[in-house]
């Protein structure tokens, strides 16, 4: 359960304050949740209040009495009735306990958020497009803060449409400004977060109040169709590897832009050069790209990402290998500091890729980027030369169509990696545990023939998805420790992943993180 916090109220819900619906409660006189730390008996009780702050709240929806302030200091709402008013205990609570009846004073974050009484819940539900929201409103938010000088805006403050008016010139957005901020006034966690961002990214190095706040307009656009021309012509020229970069955000993940250059795009024909470029346009102040993180503490954190070429990042390798052979399609390379999960993509069998699930520099199950299986090839075959890559006998249609057939090509191939030394010490029959077991049972000589064509159909599986995908993994273990390869080309492989996965590859380009 949660509960309703000071600042919530003047969230808008279903097209009125939530100030309106303590309001209403206070006049049906009818039991409501409360928190258990109230103590009160059935966590029951009907609310009332004093009349000058049933008042207040009156004047507050109408618009004569703000309900906080940008800076959180002049008459408020908040300031005479949130956490920091000189008596929070401001609401009777009625409630019945066995045949009395009995009163106590609580807090208004004393009351739980219910969806029957405050509309609880995470807000709009909004997947793709909460995002391109969310990301608009770090713009919005963002230029008004710069507008405010040296003056942080409070993190309880409600950013209303006359703020963004007030700098509309400043801002384009895929997304309207009234479309923000109806989203902004529905999800106080995104109002905060877009506050807390604005507040970090002024109190920078990086502040220039004359900057211009891009979110997948037109001038994003250029920057993305002259990413396809470069990235083409990098790969038309070194056709044994391909294209440097799967997609734009893995050169550069900015979600917005911050721009005192004009609406042209700065261009040049290499990533070496567009770099460069971009990294002096950085360092002056006149263009910083910013990736956004949603902020749920109190202190943000700015980091510099492919600011300092000169920076030397460097991920050891540690292990390789599965946990369990048949009930996960899984395979994982771990370095210093992260984990690398590859896997097939789609849930069909269909696609193969790795992709960062944890580690200390990210968090136990946080996400911290992927690569694309066309790139983790390129990756090989740069470590190990021509040849030594994922998809040298398979190509990702092959290997579908191979894994599909019954008996499949597939089993065999498997068995025989299963065979090698460097494999079936890496693999797990199916015991399960939280570590690669190096003195695990040698899964060759208990593993048949016919266990693997039977195999898949286990944690929601099926057979040919589990082959496509346990086949590409064991191929890459394969790589990493036949043939004679070294520790330290397992080394730049784990150095080159994380790279790569983190927008920090030797052709990615500068931008500014939030997080």
Same mark, same amino acid.
């Given at each position: ?152 805006? &409070? ?6 449409? /006359?703020?963004? +008016?007030? @700098? $509309?010139? *400043?801002?384009?957005?895929?997304? =309207? ?91 040049? &024909? ?6 460069? /470029?971009?990294? +002096?346009? @950085? $360092?002056? *102040?006149?263009?910083?790209?910013? =990736? ?224």
């Amino acid at each position: 359960m949660a509960r309703m916090n000071y600042d919530e109220y003047g969230d808008i819900r279903g097209n009125q304050m939530r100030l309106q619906s303590l309001v209403n409660i206070i006049d049906e006189r009818r039991f409501v949740a409360v928190m258990p730390n109230t103590s009160i008996p059935s966590g029951k009780a009907i609310i009332s209040c004093s009349k000058k702050m049933y008042d207040d709240m009156k004047k507050t929806i109408a618009g004569q009495l703000k309900f906080s302030s940008p800076t959180g200091t002049g008459d408020t709402f908040l300031k005479r009735y949130g956490a920091k008013a000189p008596n929070k205990y401001v609401l009777t609570a009625t409630y019945k306990s066995g045949n009395t009846q009995g009163q106590k004073l609580i807090k208004l974050n004393d009351l739980e958020k219910t969806p029957e009484d405050f509309g609880g819940g995470a807000g709009s539900g909004l997947g793709r497009k909460e995002g391109d929201l969310a990301e608009g409103a770090a713009c919005w938010v963002g230029a008004y803060r710069f507008s405010l000088g040296e003056t942080d805006i &409070d993190r309880t403050y409600r950013c209303t449409l /006359k703020d963004f +008016d007030s @700098v $509309k010139d *400043k801002v384009e957005t895929k997304n =309207s400004m009234t479309e923000i901020h109806t989203f902004l006034m529905e999800n106080s966690d995104w109002m905060e977060s877009s506050i807390l961002t604005a507040n970090a990214l002024w109190n920078s190095k990086y502040k220039n109040k004359n900057y211009h706040w891009y979110h997948d307009n037109d001038f994003m656009k250029q920057i993305n169709k002259h990413f396809l021309k470069v990235n083409a012509r990098m790969g038309d020229e070194d056709e044994e590897l391909g294209r440097p970069f799967s997609d734009v955000n893995k050169w550069n993940p900015a979600d917005i832009w911050l721009c005192d250059c004009g609406k042209v795009f700065p261009k040049e &024909d290499y990533f070496t050069g567009w770099n460069q /470029k971009l990294y +002096d346009l @950085v $360092k002056s *102040k006149t263009l910083v790209g910013v =990736s956004l993180k949603k902020i749920s503490g109190s202190t943000p954190k700015l980091e510099e990402v492919n600011m300092d070429r000169d920076k030397k990042i460097f991920k050891k390798f540690t292990k390789a290998g599965a946990n369990t052979l048949f009930n996960s399609m899984d395979v994982y390379i771990e370095g210093d500091g992260f984990k690398l999960q590859m896997r097939d993509t789609a849930g069909k069998g269909k696609t193969w890729q790795g992709e960062i699930t944890g580690g200390a520099s990210f968090g136990k199950r946080a996400k911290g980027g992927k690569v694309g299986g066309g790139i983790f090839d390129r990756i090989l075959q740069e470590v190990y030369g021509i040849g030594n890559g994922v998809f040298q006998e398979y190509s990702i249609t092959n290997a579908v169509r191979a894994a599909e057939q019954n008996p499949s090509p597939l089993d065999q191939k498997i068995y025989n990696l299963l065979q090698k030394d460097h494999i079936k010490s890496r693999i797990v029959r199916d015991v399960g545990g939280n570590s690669y077991k190096r003195d695990a049972t040698k899964v060759a000589e208990e593993v048949t023939m016919d266990e693997i064509r039977t195999s898949g159909g286990r944690s929601g599986m099926n057979k040919s998805q589990w082959k496509f995908s346990k086949y590409f993994g064991m191929t890459v273990l394969d790589i990493m420790f036949g043939n004679g390869n070294t520790a330290k080309q397992r080394d730049e492989l784990s150095t080159r992943l994380y790279k790569y996965a983190s927008s920090q590859s030797d052709l990615s380009g500068p931008f500014i993180k939030v997080s």
